[in-house]
């Protein structure tokens, strides 16, 4: 008998899933504010952390007029939240931004782990082979070198404000580091704050 009510309940929790719509949410809607961090906020705190790099008079490349560029590197961006955050979410967005603007340019060859796309380094490897036409091998002593890191660190504190709500405040804090000098040329920090029921669960 057990059995029986366990299949039927299975059965028609199955039938009710089945029968609820999935629908596109506009790109900018907020309509739909979750506890956790969602791509609304890390597009605020990456669209307002590019405004400020691209509006820095210190972050002005010297022959900028003659297309110079300065190369950036990403170091690491420490999440200390209690979800599961790709961090790439948030430094994407402002390389992406950054390169547009034509202001600073990413390497992909250096990184705080090892290289971001190892093909650079790989591609050297066929300075020997009889199959490649080495006029064509990438030589050694071509890579650039990175003028300034991007670092960071995303914060979370949550605190209970009555029985019933909680406030869960986000910190987006992030710092652009001159590696000639290793002084921060630039540094922001994004707060973010929501309000919602103690039963709500922020990972």
């Not at 309509?31 to 906020?41: A, C, K, Q």
């Not at 790709?86 to 390389?95: A, F, M, N, P």
Request: hydrophobic residues 35%; glycine residues 6%; aromatic residues 6%.
């Amino acid at each position: 008998m057990k059995n029986k009510i366990l299949t039927a309940t299975l059965i028609g929790a199955t039938l009710m899933s089945g029968c609820q719509s999935t629908s596109y949410v506009p790109k900018d809607s907020k309509e739909i504010v979750t506890m956790g961090l969602s791509h609304r906020d890390f597009d605020d705190a990456a669209n307002q952390a590019l405004n400020e790099i691209i509006a820095s008079p210190l972050l002005v490349h010297p022959q900028a007029a003659q297309g110079g560029r300065y190369i950036m590197a990403i170091s690491n961006v420490v999440n200390d939240t209690a979800q599961r955050i790709d961090t790439d979410q948030l430094t994407k967005k402002i390389r992406v931004g950054l390169l547009q603007s034509g202001k600073f340019i990413t390497t992909t060859a250096i990184g705080l782990n090892g290289a971001e796309d190892e093909m650079t380094a790989k591609v050297r490897e066929l300075q020997n082979s009889k199959l490649v036409n080495q006029a064509t091998v990438k030589q050694n002593g071509t890579v650039i070198s990175p003028d300034f890191s991007l670092s960071g660190k995303i914060i979370q504190r949550t605190n209970k404000i009555d029985r019933s709500s909680q406030l869960v405040d986000y910190y987006f804090q992030l710092t652009l580091t001159q590696l000639e000098t290793g002084l921060a040329y630039w540094e922001g920090e994004y707060p973010i704050s929501k309000r919602g029921s103690n039963d709500s669960v922020t990972w």
